[in-house]
């Protein structure tokens, strides 16, 4: 089995995509380092994705890229179906993505993924 995720080159799951939990809380205005998936040649997996902004503001990003345009910083991101929100609020990724990553508009948001 190969490597599910992967963020910044340090391996965070050897294969094993059933309760994967990572959680971060991305500080007021900054965006969180993409978290990459990885295929462990299963298919793709459902990802649920939440951000929980503690007194602003935020949203999920994805990306559709390539690794390398993802390291290099020209990778092309989209925003989330949620869209901006102010409560804790949760979506699913049921296809394959590159990357995941949240952006705190304002205030700290706590950002949680799980597979």
Known sequence: MGNLIARN???LSDGNP???????????GATSDPVKI???GKGIY??????????????VQFSLDSESDIDGGSADWFDWK??????GTVGSFV?????VR???ISGNVKFKILI
């Open 46 to 59: 459902a990802i649920s994705v939440g951000i929980i902004p503690e007194t602003g503001s935020g949203k």
């Open 18 to 28: 059933a309760g994967w939990i990572y959680s971060e809380t991305v500080a007021d």
């Open 95 to 99: 296809s394959a993505i590159s990357a």
């Open 38 to 40: 990885k295929p462990n």
């Open 82 to 87: 949620d869209g901006e929100v102010t409560d």
């Open 102 to 104: 949240c952006v705190s």
């Open 9 to 11: 080159g340090r391996l």
